[in-house]
């Protein structure tokens, strides 16, 4: 019989730094996964109140009226104001917009201004499209919109 034993010495301090790198590399993993999965994201729930005319297609009705929200960049308040019409959004613009703050986030004019060009074509807010420059810039605005819109939606 020429079987050899061999004989294996780990010390523990190897095995407890092995046992955490292995459970560290797995939580990575994990959170990679989950961050860049393939899942659609929920638009959670609509502000606006649609309902279907007999040509088909979808209208809002709203309270005529100017409403706000605040909108908050940096620490930096604004006031969000909202013009609807009865059947319309007319006009949406940001007051307390100041120096400091146009130089800290320079996209929200143009973000503004590019969501007023598409506010009266559109019939629902979850239909504007914006660059993949001002794309944040532009969510917070529109939330900054639905937010402000909750009390001017008609409920039938």
């Keep these: 019989m020429s079987s050899k034993t061999k004989i294996i010495v780990l010390k523990s301090k190897e095995l407890i730094y092995t ?63 909202v013009t609807v019409d009865k059947d319309t959004i007319s006009h949406v613009e940001i007051s307390n917009l100041d120096e400091t703050v146009t130089a800290m986030y320079p996209l929200v004019e143009p973000s503004l201004e590019d969501i007023n060009s598409q506010i009266a074509s559109v019939d629902s807010l979850d239909n504007i499209t914006y660059s993949s420059d001002n794309k944040y810039t532009s969510i917070i605005i529109i939330q900054a919109i639905e937010e402000a819109l909750q009390d001017a939606v008609v409920v039938e």
């Design 19 to 81: 046992g955490i790198f292995v459970v560290l590399g797995i939580i990575l993993v994990l959170l990679l996964f989950y961050m860049f999965s393939s899942k659609s994201e929920s638009k959670g729930n609509s502000t606006t109140n649609t309902g279907t005319t007999a040509e088909g297609t979808t209208t809002t009705t709203y309270k005529p009226g100017v409403y706000t929200s605040e909108l908050n960049l940096g620490g930096s308040y604004m006031q969000l104001s």
